[in-house]
């Protein structure tokens, strides 16, 4: 019964202008269950028919029936699984993988094949017993002697079932012992049912075939049979129970194992790819933590001015540099505003900074005029004595409360500042009051402050009516956006129609810090996507010096049945593990960072969030995908036969 049959195939390979002819013409059938041999001088065009006979080439021209069947219309994965299920190959320099055990090799047939793992193992192990490798199994291939590797060739080549085999010169690169075990192990085969396809130029190697096929020149020359056929009925088969969801989970598994291997392999280069990685996403991590942490700190600044609160300011808006220009708010606005319904309380304050001097010590502060109700609408608490009071205005009293600060500052030996006399550009005030530290601030210490009734701050200290600011605390029941377009209208007509000042609360604070930091964000946001763009750069770049690397192995693979697909897959997921690896890596660091600014700067801290942790671990996923497709899909595209040629 014919299996293989060829009829008036031709092949060319184009050198350039001219097209050089390999194949000529040939015609023959191959029946079941026979041993051919295929002589022939070097170039002569044997291991091209070969390869056509395999599906790992094709024909230019002609026709080619596997079991009656034309593969004419047959695309790459069709072949594949064609040379997964009928053929297995013998290489003259037995291709086996070197990162692979005996055992891992004669087995990976069987991955592509779609067989479970134990099943196939267990097959894989009886097989290289049966060749005589028992105790050899879990050894590498450079742990071998050369007829031992091309045992476990063959092992690997009826891994499948091996219904007809194709040895390219199996005995090759052997001494004449090893090639003579070879050849007898092969006839063993043959007389189990095994198709043999044997290659070589060999006459005596060539006399332990059934049938003998001589080419020239890429032309049949002669075709003898010397022997019948031993056994026409083929090997057993093998049962493949392929389960899709298993085949999934074994092609994965495959891949991902492989995959580890070959970033194990290369340490070094692998460590040097991912550190493109590491920085970008450690950078990115590190840096709105950073963000966040100064947010947190400054949010919680603003939120204990309290919300109830407007600062009306000389100026046009927050930061107006000529803001000392506008001398224009003045206590007798700040009475008006007191009387307001929509108004609790409203406190003029003016401030100015100086020298505080108390006996032979002195610090810069600033000084600020407030009214009475100035510490209730600021939520400032006394730590002792008494704050100032609505006669001490009045009267415009040279007394003062100073801060926790400034207490620290003047009487650092814990002397009682209660009725001191302390120095403010020369003037003096009796200390009447100390305030409690503050909860929360927005610098790193707050600055040495003092505060005296406005009235003293005019007439001792700036000798002018204008003040730099009021401070009004809202009624009870009525809302922010009210009071301050109130406010507002208020102010503007007293001001003769001009807004020469403008009104600032915890809400539009808010609003304009977060505006900042949004624009802060995307800034970051852009300079992490171009670092991590150079990573991902790399990794491709590395990614296709790989392939080129493998390209042989690539071929291996393709010809025991690898489909396009799996190479892809096994690619992309060495890429995608590189990437990942180091975008975990890169949060770690940035977490040893964290513990660092952490123990090292007081401001604030750096705020890691669970959200921006999952974002960059997911970005640096994508990057492997993205930047490991086009190396893995150059990978999957390889012609087999070119492939295996690379050295
Ligand atoms: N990819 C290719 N491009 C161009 N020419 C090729 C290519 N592959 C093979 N050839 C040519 O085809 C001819 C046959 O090559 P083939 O490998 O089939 O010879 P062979 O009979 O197997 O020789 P050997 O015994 O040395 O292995 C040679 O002349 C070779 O130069
Ligand atoms: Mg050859």
Request: a neutral charge; aromatic letters at 6%.
């Amino acid at each position: 019964m014919v299996t293989l049959e060829v009829r008036n195939i031709n092949k060319y390979y184009c050198e350039g202008e001219s097209r050089v002819q390999v194949l000529k013409d040939v015609t023959l059938s191959i029946e079941k269950g026979d041993f051919v041999a295929i002589i022939g001088q070097s170039g002569s065009g044997k291991s091209t028919l070969m390869n056509i006979l395999g599906c790992l080439d094709t024909a230019s021209d002609g026709s080619y029936f596997v079991d009656g069947v034309s593969i004419e219309n047959f695309g790459p994965d069709d072949l594949a699984r064609l040379r997964s299920e009928k053929f297995g190959f013998i290489f003259q320099r037995y291709n086996l993988l070197t990162s692979l055990s005996a055992q891992e090799n004669v087995a990976l047939p069987a991955v592509y094949g779609g067989m479970g793992r134990a099943e196939r193992e267990a097959r894989a192990h009886d097989l290289l017993v049966k060749l005589g490798l028992d105790g050899k199994t879990q050894n590498r291939p450079n742990e071998l002697s050369g007829g031992q590797q091309q045992r476990v060739s063959i092992a690997r080549a009826m891994m499948n079932g091996g219904e007809i085999i194709l040895a390219d010169e199996p005995t090759g690169a052997l001494d004449s012992k090893s090639g003579e075990n070879v050849m007898k192990l092969l006839m063993e085969l043959n007389a189990e049912g095994h198709t043999l396809i044997l290659v070589t130029h060999d006459r005596q190697i060539a006399s332990y075939a059934n049938r003998i096929i001589e080419i020239k020149d890429g032309a049949v020359i002669s075709d003898t049979r010397s022997a019948p056929i031993i056994k026409e009925e083929g090997p057993e088969i093998v049962s493949v129970s392929r389960s899709s969801w298993q085949y999934i989970r074994d092609q994965l598994g495959e891949a991902f194992r492989m995959s580890v291997q070959a970033i194990l392999a290369h340490k070094m280069r692998s460590l040097l790819t991912m550190l493109g990685i590491i920085i970008g996403i450690a950078s990115v991590v590190s840096v709105v933590a950073l963000g966040r942490g100064s947010q947190e700190k400054i949010l919680a600044g603003i939120n204990a001015m309290g919300t109830n609160t407007i600062d009306v300011r000389p100026g046009r808006n927050f930061g107006d540099r000529n803001a000392n220009r506008y001398q224009t708010l003045t206590v007798d606005d700040s009475d008006a505003l007191a009387e307001q319904s929509y108004i609790a309380s409203s406190t003029p304050t003016a401030s100015s900074s100086g020298e505080m001097v108390y006996r032979n010590r002195s610090a810069t502060g600033s000084l600020s005029g407030v009214g009475e109700q100035y510490f209730n609408v600021k939520g400032l608490e006394l730590a002792t004595g008494r704050l100032l009071t609505r006669e001490d205005v009045d009267r415009a009293r040279a007394v003062m409360v100073i801060d926790d600060t400034s207490r620290e500052e003047l009487f650092p030996n814990g002397e009682d500042p209660i009725g001191a006399i302390v120095l403010f550009n020369k003037k003096p005030f009796e200390v009447v009051g100390v305030t409690k530290k503050p909860t929360a601030t927005f610098g790193p210490r707050s600055s040495l402050t003092a505060w005296i009734p406005y009235t003293a701050h005019m007439a001792r200290v700036s000798g002018s009516r204008t003040i730099s600011s009021i401070t009004v605390k809202i009624a009870d029941n009525v809302s922010a956006q009210v009071a301050e377009k109130e406010l507002t209208r208020l102010l503007t007509s007293r001001h003769r129609g001009v807004t020469d000042f403008f009104t600032m609360n915890a809400d539009s604070i808010r609003q304009t810090m977060e505006s900042t930091t949004t624009t802060m964000r995307l800034l970051i946001s852009c300079i992490a996507l171009i670092s991590l763009l150079v990573g991902g750069i790399g990794v491709m770049n590395i990614m296709l010096v790989s392939v080129t690397e493998r390209t042989k192995e690539i071929g291996v693979r393709m010809a025991i049945g690898a489909r396009r697909f799996n190479v892809l897959q096994q690619f992309l997921i060495e890429a995608v593990l590189i990437c990942i690896i180091g975008g975990f890596t890169g949060v770690l660091a940035s977490a040893g960072i964290g513990a660092l600014f952490n123990a090292f700067v007081k401001d604030f801290p750096m705020s890691f969030s669970t959200g921006s942790i999952v974002l960059a671990l997911t970005c640096s996923t994508l990057i492997g995908v993205i930047f490991g497709y086009m190396p893995a899909r150059r990978a999957s595209m390889l012609n087999p036969v070119e492939a295996l040629a690379q050295e």
